[in-house]
């Protein structure tokens, strides 16, 4: 099993800055490809962020210049930086890796979801 522990979430105010975490255990052997998604309220699941495991990032539009997705491997972690917030990027947070893992006897690349961290930013 893979486990993925979301941080860094919080309240804060338009301009401010957050970075989230995505932290993922078990017995893995490689990260692949890594994605952010949000959610606002009444709103479609919208993918804000991805990079792939040779480091290529690609960023929606709403976000793009605003927000870096990164990767630390070593600590099978990755991040999303968030800079001048505006409240439209009020949403729950997802973190989704495809972990190559070790589960039971066998090898599987396992498509893993954090719990969701929220971000309010307020006006």
């Known amino acids: 099993q893979v486990q993925l522990v979301e941080s860094g979430g919080g309240l804060v105010q338009a301009g401010g800055s957050l970075r989230l975490s995505c932290a993922a255990s078990?017995?893995?052997?490689?990260?692949?490809?890594v994605s952010w998604v949000r959610q606002a309220p009444g709103k479609e699941r919208e993918l804000v962020a991805a990079?792939?495991?040779?480091?290529?990032?690609n960023y929606a539009d709403s976000v793009k210049g605003r927000f870096t997705i990164s990767r630390d491997n070593a600590k099978n972690t990755v991040y999303l930086q968030m800079n001048s917030l505006n409240p439209e990027d009020t949403a729950v947070y997802y973190c989704?890796?495809?972990?190559?893992?070790?589960?039971?006897?066998?090898?599987?690349?396992?498509?893993?979801w954090g719990q969701g961290t929220q971000v309010t930013v307020s006006s």
């Open positions: 990079i792939t495991s040779g480091a290529i990032a």
């Open positions: 078990g017995r893995i052997v490689s990260i692949r490809d």
């Open positions: 989704n890796l495809k972990v190559a893992a070790v589960v039971g006897p066998v090898f599987e690349v396992v498509d893993s």
